[in-house]
């Protein structure tokens, strides 16, 4: 997983840069506060108070690490406890053994006057440790919520891709085929040529839907899509005993149009089932292809005693959800009833 | 009178023996030579008597179809009939030169258009019929890929890796050079632009001196001095089909 830097994960080069700036910035309030021009003092008051501070950042980021946190607090107490009582064993045994006398020899050691000048330096470090404490938690939070929007994201990518998986097997079950091939075969024997048909169309319709689930953009290009319309055409008018019952007419070559996979379909199915559908009342469907245009239209006749079945609105809802995928291009969908019929025209033009 | 087309059945579900046998009564130029229910048995009688076609499912139970197709020293011309439906199988069917690849169940239409196939092919009727509607297989070696005509927005190539962008945002990608990819497309809907880039004349949405731009995409396309004219000519005689000119 990738993590966003932020200013709390500076580089080794900035680290000694800033390291080197709070040196420098303790000898100048040496030198102007209290005289001393001893670049040796401020390097050995500045470096340790460095190191305290990086000793307190490393047990603020332990804090936050589940495995350790438990031992964080015991940690810090102890650490907050053991730094004062190393400030003399610094001062008078381990800087002088190094060449660095911060104590006047001829002042006398006073454990008050010593105490406040390693509280007072302290402080800075439990300054510093609060702004640290403090930003590092808003950027562990802030990690926290991205590796959970992340972990929500690949979830719902998982589930999707469970979800398409389940419709292709379900789809492509070599049971439900063979069932399907042996229905075939003795409706075949049979003579019964609508069964045989009808089954291959399902059967098809399952290979449709397949080979859009294994898409990741379910965009169809308008030579399937138009294959599919045309066999759902055909087991329409094979229901209605091969009645005219549907009527297509068409301008243009489809070519370079694409669309949502179930588009035509979805919208020719509800003509069938909420219109009335007979020789006399067909369904008139017409396209039109030019070169970055398609206008589609299918306009049925109304039932007077009203549909038997009641429309959810669940196939338009789905042909709009489809060409919502279409947004780059100009898409239009019209809706026009007058008293007997219903009429949806779809007009796309490509960008 | 037609020819006698001798052909083979090799599947071993005898549901669909009855199937074929019943949609081959409709076509009295075509004589079946044997029946087999295994790819073992299918293999020794056509070693013994060749035939024009044979009739085949891919799953088997001692082996594939394909395999044992591939095995064969003559090879008759092939129709798959398979229920294991999958985008890789009609490829690899189609790798086999097959004349149709039907998934089951499959109705007597579908089967009449293999058997129309089968007569054209024996007839030396040219596969490809120059459509868009067309698919052509693309790649050498082990890997090939499928694609349909109408869905090709351009072909480019990068050293000899040859990315087809498809208009429904996919690619595919695979080995092969440019010059033997256009000579697999029609001419009359593809057009090399540049010694790197095929375009489809169909997909194309605006056309200008130095690039050409496709429906559905931001893509840009460059135009190489020397394929300008011959792109401009291919919309000379026909306006209504050029796409927007940018001069």
């Given amino acids: ?351 | 009178m037609d020819p006698i087309i001798y052909f083979v059945i090799m599947e071993d579900d005898t549901k669909t023996h009855e199937l074929l046998f019943h949609y081959f009564k409709e076509f009295p130029n075509f004589e079946c030579k044997g029946c087999f229910t295994s790819a073992g048995e299918t293999r020794d009688f056509l070693l013994q008597n060749p035939v024009h076609l044979l009739v085949a499912d891919i799953q088997l139970p001692d082996m594939n179809g394909m395999e044992m197709i591939k095995s064969l020293p003559n090879k008759p011309l092939v129709i798959f009939m398979t229920g294991h439906n999958s985008k890789k199988t009609a490829t690899k069917s189609y790798a086999f030169d097959a004349i149709h690849y039907l998934t089951k169940p499959f109705s007597f239409g579908d089967f009449k258009e293999a058997m129309q196939r089968t007569i054209d092919r024996i007839n030396g009727k040219p596969k490809i019929d120059n459509s868009l509607g067309e698919h052509v297989m693309f790649g050498t070696g082990a890997i090939k890929e499928r694609v349909l005509l109408s869905e090709i927005r351009y072909i480019e190539v990068k050293g000899n890796q040859v990315t087809i962008h498809l208009a429904n945002e996919h690619q595919v990608s695979f080995r092969q050079t440019l010059k033997e990819v256009a000579d697999m497309l029609p001419k009359t809907y593809f057009l090399r632009v540049h010694q790197s880039y095929i375009i489809s004349l169909w997909q194309l949405r605006k056309l200008s001196p130095t690039f050409v731009t496709f429906f559905g995409t931001d893509a840009v396309v460059p135009v190489s001095r020397s394929y300008r004219a011959e792109l401009r000519a291919r919309f000379q005689n026909d306006p209504s089909a050029a796409p927007a000119v940018d001069e």
Wanted: net charge positive.
């Fill in chain 1, 1 to 351: 997983m990738e993590r966003n830097r932020t200013f709390l994960r500076l580089s080794v080069g900035w680290q000694l840069a800033m390291g080197a700036l709070f040196i420098a910035l303790t000898y100048i309030v040496n030198l102007f506060l209290h005289g001393n021009s001893s670049i040796s003092h401020s390097l050995a008051v500045g470096g340790s108070q460095i190191a305290a501070l990086y000793g307190y950042c490393y047990l603020i980021r332990i804090s936050f690490d589940r495995g350790s946190r438990r031992y964080v607090g015991k940690a810090a107490l102890l650490f907050t406890l053991v730094l004062p009582l190393a400030a003399p064993v610094l001062v008078y045994l381990i800087f002088p053994w190094i060449g660095i006398e911060l104590q006047y020899s001829q002042a006398e050691f006073d454990i008050k006057e010593f105490a406040a000048k390693v509280l007072l330096a302290l402080k800075t470090v439990w300054i510093g440790a609060g702004f640290y404490y403090v930003f590092y938690r808003k950027e562990m939070m802030t990690r926290r919520v991205n590796e959970l929007e992340q972990a929500t994201a690949k979830k719902e990518k998982e589930l999707a891709e469970l979800k398409a998986d389940l419709v292709l097997n379900a789809g492509q079950s070599h049971y439900a085929r063979y069932v399907m091939n042996d229905v075939v075969a003795r409706a075949a024997k049979a003579g019964d040529t609508y069964t045989v048909e009808q089954v291959t169309h399902i059967g098809k319709t399952f290979d449709y839907i397949a080979g859009i689930v294994h898409q990741s953009i379910p965009i169809a290009t308008i030579y399937p899509a138009m294959a599919y319309f045309n066999q759902v055409v055909a087991s329409i008018r094979l229901r209605h005993d091969n009645k005219p019952v549907i009527r297509i007419t068409t301008e243009g070559e489809p070519t370079m149009q694409t669309i949502g996979p179930l588009t035509l379909t979805t919208i020719l199915e509800n003509s069938d089932t909420h219109g009335r559908v007979d020789p006399e009342h067909p369904i008139e469907v017409h396209f039109f292809f030019s070169r970055g245009k398609m206008v589609f239209s299918c306009t049925n006749t109304k039932r007077k005693e009203g549909s038997n079945v009641k429309s959810s609105g669940k196939g338009l809802a789905l042909v709009r959800q489809e060409l919502a995928l279409l947004d780059r291009h100009d898409v239009k969908l019209d809706i026009q009833e007058d008293e007997d019929t219903y009429t949806v025209c779809l007009t796309i033009i490509y960008h």
